[in-house]
């Protein structure tokens, strides 16, 4: 199995990257935790530019996001929403066809931000992504008991992508 991490902080020292790179680690035999890297070089959505010639950048990203059986998204809350540079590549995948369907695990590394979550989740249920609940996790990266809340939310969603890949087969 094969899972799309998608942090949505550009920041070098970012917790929610930090989170990201530490489900890789916790990842069980038979699944991979991809980090992708280039939601920062991404260039601002424009549908007229989608319409004409597809910037390498997004097809990348949208072929990404197809070849995952689930989406891993850790976010933090600026101004009460989401980060500007991520709701952009988020717009650029409302035009991916495989997006809608797709199982998404959300992670939250601030336990006092609820906006963007809010946020995060009435766009993601706009396009039609497979929320699933069970698998999110608010974690303080400080605090003991992260990596386990982590490592739980990861073995909800790898089965909850199981699940939806057994569905899609029929
Ligand atoms: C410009 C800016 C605005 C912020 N606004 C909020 C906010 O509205 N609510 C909140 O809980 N935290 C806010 N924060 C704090 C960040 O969410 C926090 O530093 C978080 O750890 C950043 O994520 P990262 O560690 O992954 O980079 C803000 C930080 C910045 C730089």
Redesign the pocket.
Known sequence: MHLLAL?????A???????LRALQKLAPGGVAVEFYEGIGALPHFNPDVEMSALPESVADLRWQVAAADGVVI????????I?GAFKNALDWLVGCENFPGKPVMLIN??P?????QAQLAEILKTMSARMVPEAGVTVDLREADAMSTLQAGLAAFVDACRQAAGMALG
Do not use: I, K, V
């Open positions: 942090s949505g902080s550009l920041r020292g970012s917790f929610n990257t930090s989170a850790a976010c933090p809350e600026y101004a009460h929403g980060p590394t601030a006092r931000a609820s906006h963007a």
